[in-house]
Structures are given as structure tokens and as C-alpha cells.
């Protein structure tokens, strides 16, 4: 008791003396071209309200010295380009910070300009669905742990579905519609415990200290992305220190962690290299725990290699490693069906290449190589017989060439293609079970490899028709070895600027994805289903109400076609079973009649923190609906329909910050149990007349977060509080017929939940 008081003081004195141990530090990058990737030279860098400022040389060079450990917000200006203001930008004690802008040259002048801050700048080519997030809006968000896919959740086109979850589930897809990107090098799952065939996941692998911005599309994405329906996250990792080695010791709710950045060759070569793993499963025997411990490390890391001023070589791996086991005495204690061990490896590398041509254009190409592999080993609960083993390997290998070349001042092009090839070998055991409907599914086993073979090729036009109006028409062509499929996407977005401070914009476009391997590897008759798509209409107007606040409102509009279904379960939308952690059994004769729409209205207004207050409000509603093999039109499982979030904060001065984040949403359909013949039978009945015909109730949650920034004579220290659920609400995520127990089991998300982080640089 004793020794936990000392060390409640010790930080009560940190706290409270700290502030004055203060060390001057610099702040430098490069400025250049978005376009064409020159650096641009003499352009007007400003530190806001700090009344200090300088230009680039001749190399598109700053530098910022003698400057106080502080927040700062960072104006660019340049004769011909588009004013940026770059917010949030942390200068650390004992630390160099990079900050490197590419600059937008500007496509027309408007009379009696206004609002010229710049805050939102570099989405011109993306003028639809689409927000982007800095390294410090990451880091600091309020209920997301340094978790992406949770940072995310305040945004109108997300559902909100299980606090255990990080799963994305955009304007009504499923988490298997969502794809991500780092450094131009695709990820299919950037998760801890990622679901199979999935984007969908626990907490997130990624390093947020590695990122320097987030974009994240919703819809109505270039033809330069395709194979899924929903949507896009692009992660830019930030490249390494070329000085100075500086380490890095973090605690958070991913786990606790080493990370280090530093030199290889000096002005040439850098890295950035973290390690994480979980600590719960080192702090809790077994026995303490209400269920099965998870444990998990992931290691990554990222080489860059200037080679010249044309070309640049940049490196990543990352590695995720997951296991879970729960004993047969604790799933009898805690009333689940299975127990067992369920494990998986994913590891992504990837090399890219940019090359910058001679002053109109560049490109970026990339060769990577994906490694996932599962392990379950389940029994069921009941009665200690097999209920599901896993044991698959999946190798995909990708190579991704996009080229960007400005025509001239109103014409840009985008062009490229891309190649995959999958290699996987599957290991199935499917215990005897009864469906829903009673009826007895024999065991079985699958032990089939199947390689997959796709390649595409894509074209986009940006075309300025006029000072106001911009066309943006282009075209995407994949062809699917697995079903012979050649299939063309069209794709075009018009914007029109209605003022200098309001614009409008409409896009609309098709959109295929091949059914994932899991499902089509479980028969042969599967590969001659269709490939599912959807049709795109989103209609957009946004408005500045100040030079740092923006307000979005768009109408969507998404048609679904040629999903698979399952003649055996007509009533079910066969991809919208429950996210769960192994995968569904897919064993029934299936067409591709599915259709299925997501309807919405979203209305976003976002204010970055130009002085000391921050925030987003976020409001939607929405229908997602779909159509039984019987005709009947049914709720899909992600149904929120209404939802409403507001999150944001305040910096009382400069080491301290206040922020929260509330959420509400309509509760989501379920169908119901048949609890007399589920009694009866032992096991879970769903009443299929009521299917997806009940709702859970509303869904609402309250996070608050305190930070404390520490700025010591050589090194820095982040601690933060962050309060999840801090009125302890219930919230439902889902029932589960408990067979042992012989009872309907409710599924709760997250009670009032503490984090704590620390982060130590020195």
C-alpha cells in the first residue's frame, strides 16, 4: 500500500512541477508539388501566433530552430497554390520534428476570397466521402486506444456495433467490403484476431506513432481501387529520423511496447522499428479471468532509402501474432457453446518505389507479399465432441503500379494496373450440427487448395471544364481467373464550386468484389456463382462556416446485385451472418440472387484546432435493406438507421487536453429465439418468422479522456486517462443460446472501462 502511494505522489508532482523544464528544439521538412513532385522554392512557412517564419531553398528545404517544446499550428503559403494550415503539430523536447506538405496548385481564382485558411486542403481528387486525420487527431482521440478502425466510429457512414469489435461497417456493407492500404502496399487485415476472409478484428496491429496521416473514403472511390464494395483507408507511414537515433517506451490498451527510429546511412537511409505485445495475460493468472486471456504481439517496422532526388525506396513488414485458449471448465462457467484454442500469424511485406519524372509526374509501384495463417482447434461444450478445426494458409502476392501525369494546368491523368495472385490450402472438420431450421448438417471435412489469379487495369481523367467545374470520369477493368469474369467499372465524379466558400459534387459509379476464398473453396459448384456488385450515387455539398470549421452533407444511395444466397436459409443474407471467431459453414446449394440497397442522409461538421477547441458532430440516417429468396424485403443485421456522435476537446494550455466522445444509435435488428422450442431441444431455435423482425435496444456510449504532456530537459512523457462507457451503460451486442446452461445468454459490450497510456520519449 505503502509503495502505491509513493508512486501516486510522484506523479501528483510530476503533474503539478514539470511545466518549466522546458529544452528549445527545430522543426523542419520539404514543401513540394503534389503533382508533379518538384520541390517548390521561397514558399512562406509561418508558426501562427508565434510571429516567427521562414522559406525554402532551393531544394524545397525549412528549418525551424530554437523552438519551444509546444503545440503549433504551421501555415503554408505560395504564390499559385492553395493555402495550407497543418494543425496539431507536437515539437517535442530533445527531438527533431519532420513535418513534409505537398502543395495543390491552384485550378482557378475566384473575387473578394474570405476563408483562405487551408485546413482542409489536399482532397480535391476526393471530393466525396471522404476525411482525412493528422499523426496527432490519431493519437489523442478520445474511446479508440490508438485503435484506427475505433478512431473511425464518429464518423455518419459507420454502424455502431459491438465495443469488442473494431469491425467497419460502412453505409450497410459487412466488414469483408473494406480493404486498407499503407504506403501503396495493400493490407487485407491490419487487425489483432482478424476474422478469415475479413477486415474485421479486436484491436488494431498498427503503430499509430508511425503515422503521419489517415484518409479514410466511404464510397464513390477512384477507378484506381477496386475489388471491394465499401470502402478505402489509405495509411502513410512517416519515415524515420536520417540524424538521430530516439526510442520510445509505450503502455496503452494495445499492450506495452518499445519503439525506436533513427539512421541507417545519415541524409540517405532511415527507420522506424516498434514491437508491442499484450499484458494482460502476464498480469492475470488463467484462473482470474472471466474467460479466455488473449495474447498477442506484433512487430513492425518501415527502411526508407533517398537514393536520389528522384527516387525513393521504402520497406515495410508487419507481423501480427494472436492466441486465445479457454478451458472446458471456464466455457461451462461463462455459458459459451466451444472452448478450445483459436490462433493466427499475418504478416505483410512490401517494397515500393516512387519515381518522379521530369517536372510532370511520378509514380509509385509496389511488390508485397501477404501471409495469414489460422489454427482452431474447437469442441463443443455440451457434449466435449469436435465442433470446428481450422488449419489454412493463405500466401497472396501483389504487384500495384499507379503513374500520375499533369497534362497540363486543367488536365491530370491517373493510370496503372495491378496483379494478384493467391495461393491458399485449406484444412476444414465440421462437427455434426443443427442448422436453425432443425435440420441435421453431417459432419465433414474439407482438405482442398485453391489459387486465385486476378488482374486489373485502371484510367482517370481530372478534368478542370472551367474556373468552377471539374470532371473526374474513369474507368477500371479486373479480370477473376476463379470464374472466368471480365468486368468493366465505369466511374465519374462531377464538382462544381458554387462560391469560394461552398461547393457541390455528385459521384456515381460500379463496383465489383469476388466472393472471399473461405466460402468458395467449401465447394466447386461455388466458382460459377456471379461476382457480387454495386452501384454508387452520392450527392454531396459542403460549406466553410469559419477558416477551420467545414460542414458535409451528402445523400447516398447503394444497390446491391448477384449476392449469394442460400437456397436452404432463404430468409438469410448469407454474407451478413454475425462476425464470429471461426468461420460459418457454407454447405447448401447457392445462387446469386441476392439484392440488397443502403440509403442514407449524413450531415458532418468538422472544426480543427486552429486556436484551442476541436471537434466533430456527426448525424445520419439511413436504411439498409435486402430481399429474401421469398421476396420479402428484411432489415439487414447493421440497420442502425439513426445515429449521432460529437467528439472533441480543449486545451486549457499547452501540455494538458480535455476531450470526449459520445455516441447514440438506433439498436440494430436480430431475430429472435423460439425460447419453448429451444428449451425443448437443447440447443439454439431461431423464430424464422420474426427474422431480423426485433431490435436490440438504442445503443449509447460517453468517453472522456485527460492527456498530460511532460516536456523534460532531453525526453518527453505522455500519460492519458481514457474513460470508456464512464456512466456504465449497458449495452446489448447480441443473445446466444447457451447450451450447456440451456438458456438465452446475453452478449454485453463494454461496462465503464479505464485506459491508461503512458508514452516515453528520450
Not at 429472435?672 to 426485433?694: A, C, F, I, M, Q
Request: avoid cysteine.
Amino acid at each position: 500500500m505503502q509503495s502505491k502511494i509513493k508512486i501516486l505522489i510522484l506523479i501528483f508532482i510530476l503533474f503539478t512541477q514539470v511545466d518549466g523544464m522546458v529544452k528549445i528544439n527545430s522543426l523542419n521538412g520539404t514543401v513540394v508539388d503534389k503533382e508533379t513532385r518538384q520541390p517548390l522554392i521561397g514558399v512562406n512557412i509561418y508558426l501562427q501566433n508565434k510571429n516567427i517564419g521562414t522559406t525554402t531553398n532551393d531544394k524545397g528545404y525549412y528549418n525551424f530552430e530554437n523552438l519551444e517544446a509546444a503545440n503549433y499550428t504551421v501555415i503554408f503559403s505560395y504564390v499559385g497554390y492553395t493555402k495550407l494550415t497543418k494543425t496539431d503539430i507536437v515539437i517535442r523536447s530533445g527531438r527533431e520534428t519532420e513535418l513534409n506538405i505537398f502543395m495543390e496548385a491552384e485550378s482557378f481564382e475566384l473575387e473578394n476570397v474570405v476563408v483562405t485558411g487551408g485546413y482542409y486542403s489536399g482532397l480535391k481528387e476526393k471530393p466525396v466521402s471522404t476525411i482525412s486525420y493528422s499523426n496527432e487527431e490519431v493519437r489523442r482521440a478520445p474511446g479508440a486506444g490508438g485503435d484506427i478502425g475505433r478512431i473511425l466510429t464518429s464518423l455518419p457512414s459507420i454502424a455502431k456495433t459491438n465495443d469488442q469489435r473494431n469491425s467497419l461497417i460502412v453505409r450497410g456493407g459487412s466488414s469483408l467490403e473494406n480493404v486498407s492500404f499503407i504506403d501503396n502496399i495493400e493490407i487485407p487485415n491490419i487487425n489483432h484476431f482478424p476474422v478469415q476472409g475479413n477486415s474485421g478484428g479486436a484491436i488494431s496491429l498498427i503503430d499509430v506513432d508511425f503515422l503521419s496521416d489517415v484518409t479514410f473514403s466511404a464510397g464513390g472511390f477512384s477507378a484506381i481501387y477496386g475489388d471491394k464494395l465499401s470502402s478505402i483507408l489509405e495509411l502513410k507511414y512517416r519515415e524515420g529520423n536520417y540524424q538521430k537515433f530516439y526510442p520510445q517506451l509505450n503502455l496503452s490498451m494495445k499492450g506495452v511496447g518499445i519503439s525506436a527510429e533513427g539512421p541507417i546511412i545519415k541524409d540517405k537511409m532511415s527507420f522506424l522499428f516498434s514491437a508491442n505485445r499484450s499484458y494482460l495475460d502476464m498480469l492475470l493468472e488463467a484462473s482470474q479471468a472471466d474467460g479466455a486471456l488473449p495474447r498477442y504481439y506484433d512487430i513492425q517496422g518501415k527502411i526508407s532509402w533517398q537514393i536520389n532526388e528522384n527516387n525513393k525506396l521504402s520497406l515495410i513488414n508487419i507481423l501480427g501474432d494472436d492466441l486465445t485458449e479457454l478451458s472446458y471448465d471456464k466455457s461451462v462457467e461463462s455459458g459459451e457453446n466451444s472452448y478450445g484454442l483459436t490462433k493466427s500469424v499475418n504478416n505483410t511485406m512490401g517494397i515500393n518505389w516512387q519515381n518522379i519524372w521530369e517536372k510532370n509526374g511520378y509514380s509509385n509501384s509496389s511488390i508485397s507479399h501477404n501471409f495469414q495463417k489460422y489454427k482452431y482447434d474447437l469442441k463443443k461444450t455440451s457434449d466435449m465432441q469436435p465442433d470446428f478445426y481450422n488449419e489454412s494458409i493463405e500466401n497472396q502476392f501483389n504487384f500495384r503500379n499507379i503513374n500520375y501525369y499533369k497534362m497540363s494546368d486543367d488536365i491530370k491523368i491517373e493510370f496503372g494496373a495491378e496483379a494478384k495472385y493467391v495461393i491458399n490450402d485449406f484444412l476444414l472438420k465440421f462437427g455434426e450440427s443443427k442448422n436453425e431450421n432443425g435440420e441435421v448438417k453431417a459432419a465433414y471435412d474439407i482438405n482442398r487448395k485453391l489459387n486465385l489469379f486476378t488482374t486489373s487495369g485502371y484510367f482517370t481523367l481530372n478534368y478542370n471544364l472551367s474556373e468552377k467545374l471539374s470532371l473526374i470520369p474513369g474507368l477500371r477493368f479486373d479480370y477473376y481467373d476463379v470464374n472466368k469474369k471480365s468486368l468493366l467499372s465505369p466511374r465519374l465524379t462531377l464538382s462544381y464550386q458554387l462560391s469560394n466558400i461552398s461547393a457541390i459534387s455528385i459521384s456515381s459509379g460500379i463496383y465489383y468484389q469476388n466472393i472471399p476464398a473461405i466460402i468458395l473453396v467449401q465447394n466447386d459448384e461455388y466458382k460459377n456463382l456471379d461476382v457480387p456488385k454495386a452501384y454508387h450515387f452520392i450527392a454531396g455539398y459542403s460549406l466553410m462556416l469559419s477558416e477551420d470549421t467545414k460542414l458535409s452533407f451528402e445523400i447516398y444511395n447503394k444497390e446491391y446485385r448477384k449476392f449469394p444466397m442460400d437456397t436452404s436459409d432463404p430468409e438469410k443474407f448469407l454474407l451478413d451472418k454475425p462476425v464470429a471467431d471461426h468461420v460459418s459453414r457454407y454447405d447448401g446449394t447457392l445462387n446469386s440472387d441476392g439484392e440488397a440497397y443502403a440509403r442514407g442522409v449524413e450531415l458532418t461538421i468538422q472544426k480543427k484546432m486552429a486556436k484551442n477547441i476541436y471537434g466533430l458532430f456527426s448525424l445520419s440516417y439511413s436504411k439498409t435493406k435486402y430481399k429474401d429468396l421469398n421476396g420479402i424485403w428484411r432489415d439487414r443485421i447493421y440497420d442502425n438507421q439513426f445515429m449521432f456522435a460529437l467528439e472533441g476537446g480543449y486545451k486549457p494550455g499547452e501540455s494538458w487536453d480535455l476531450s470526449l466522445k459520445w455516441l447514440y444509435a438506433g439498436g440494430a435488428p436480430f431475430t429472435p429465439y423460439d425460447e419453448v422450442k429451444s428449451k425443448t431441444e437443447r440447443r439454439g431455435v431461431l423464430d424464422l418468422n420474426k427474422y431480423n423482425g426485433e431490435r436490440f435496444q438504442d445503443y449509447h456510449s460517453l468517453t472522456i479522456r485527460l492527456d498530460k504532456r511532460f516536456n523534460f530537459t532531453n525526453s518527453n512523457l505522455v500519460v492519458y486517462l481514457d474513460v470508456w462507457n464512464i456512466y456504465n451503460r449497458t449495452n446489448i451486442a447480441g443473445y446466444e443460446w447457451s447450451e450447456s446452461r440451456n438458456e438465452k445468454r446475453e452478449i454485453k459490450q463494454w461496462s465503464i472501462l479505464p485506459v491508461l497510456g503512458i508514452e516515453y520519449e528520450f
